[in-house]
Structure formats: structure tokens, C-alpha cells
């Protein structure tokens, strides 16, 4: 049996194939209070703005290098500017939609769709596994953060990396 994680010095731990991973693609520029800034660049006590509570202060960042499933979401494909540009995200990030899209899956107004479920293969493609270096940053409780031009969930657990 192959261990799942590989600690390489002064860099986060590297994963194995993982499915339904979370998080924002290094690069991915939040919505702070001190403007847009790359999602590398938060820390702990960085202020973002946030959909569903106003200015939060960020509890904690991780970050890992991993292989995962990804989609690439074309610009404009969810709304006019919504992405301005393409977003790589992976599969299993939540993305908030409120257009007529919630209403046909989920019969709502506002759901939080994984992007795996958005995949129409024109706009949303499925891109296969690729190598990411990947962010999670966290709140006191889930929040919907701008990222990347989108609005996406945060998740309230660090990877767990057992």
C-alpha cells in the first residue's frame, strides 16, 4: 500500500488522485477587504468580504499540492461576467448559483452545486486530473466567499491528511 501524503521540505504535502476535493486554485483572487488579492496571500486575521455575513476575519489557511479531478468554467458561462475569465476549479467545489440554473436542478433559487453537477461540455468542462496547488480558508462557520469572479462555499475543516 502506497502512503497517501508525501512531505516535501517547505511545501505543503502532496496527495494522491482525490475526488471531490474543495478549495481555491492558487491564483484564485478572493473579494478582501483590502481588495481582490490571490488566495496565496491570505492569512490568518485577513478580512474578506463574504455573501452571506458581511466582513469576516479568516480563522486559518491550509494549502496542499494535489491530483484531482478539475473543471475549467469558460467566462460568462454562469451570467454576464460570471467568470470574467476562465476559473479552474475542482470538481468538488461548491459554487453558489442563483439564476434559473438552481431552479432547473434543484427546484430553488439559491443552491451551492458542486461544479462536477454544472458540467455541460461547452461552457463547463470536465478537464480530467490535474495537478493543483490548492487552498482552503476558513471561517468561524461556512460562508460564501467571491472568488475567481464566482461566488463559492468555504468549509469549516483543514484537509485532513490521514
Do not use: C
Not at 502512503?3 to 474543495?22: D, S
Not at 474578506?48 to 479568516?58: A, E, L, Y
Not at 434559473?100 to 453537477?117: D, E, F, I, Q, S
Amino acid at each position: 500500500m502506497e502512503p497517501k501524503t508525501v512531505l516535501r521540505h517547505g511545501k505543503p504535502p502532496v496527495l494522491a488522485l482525490q475526488t471531490r476535493m474543495t478549495g481555491f486554485v492558487s491564483g484564485t483572487e478572493i473579494v478582501t477587504s483590502d481588495g481582490l488579492l490571490p488566495v496565496e496571500h491570505l492569512s490568518k486575521g485577513d478580512r474578506v468580504i463574504t455573501r452571506d455575513g458581511g466582513m469576516k476575519q479568516v480563522s486559518w489557511v491550509d494549502a496542499v499540492y494535489i491530483t484531482t479531478n478539475a473543471v475549467v468554467i469558460a467566462a460568462d458561462a454562469l451570467g454576464f461576467a460570471k467568470p470574467a475569465s476562465r476559473v479552474v476549479v475542482p470538481e468538488g467545489q461548491h459554487l453558489l448559483i442563483r439564476d434559473w440554473r438552481a431552479k432547473a436542478l434543484y427546484g430553488a433559487n439559491v443552491v451551492g452545486v458542486p461544479a462536477w453537477r454544472l458540467v455541460d461540455g461547452a461552457y463547463n468542462r470536465r478537464v480530467g486530473a490535474r495537478s493543483l496547488h490548492l487552498f482552503r480558508i476558513g471561517f468561524e462557520t461556512q460562508h460564501t466567499v467571491y472568488a475567481g469572479g464566482l461566488e463559492m462555499l468555504t468549509h469549516n475543516e483543514a484537509f485532513d491528511l490521514a
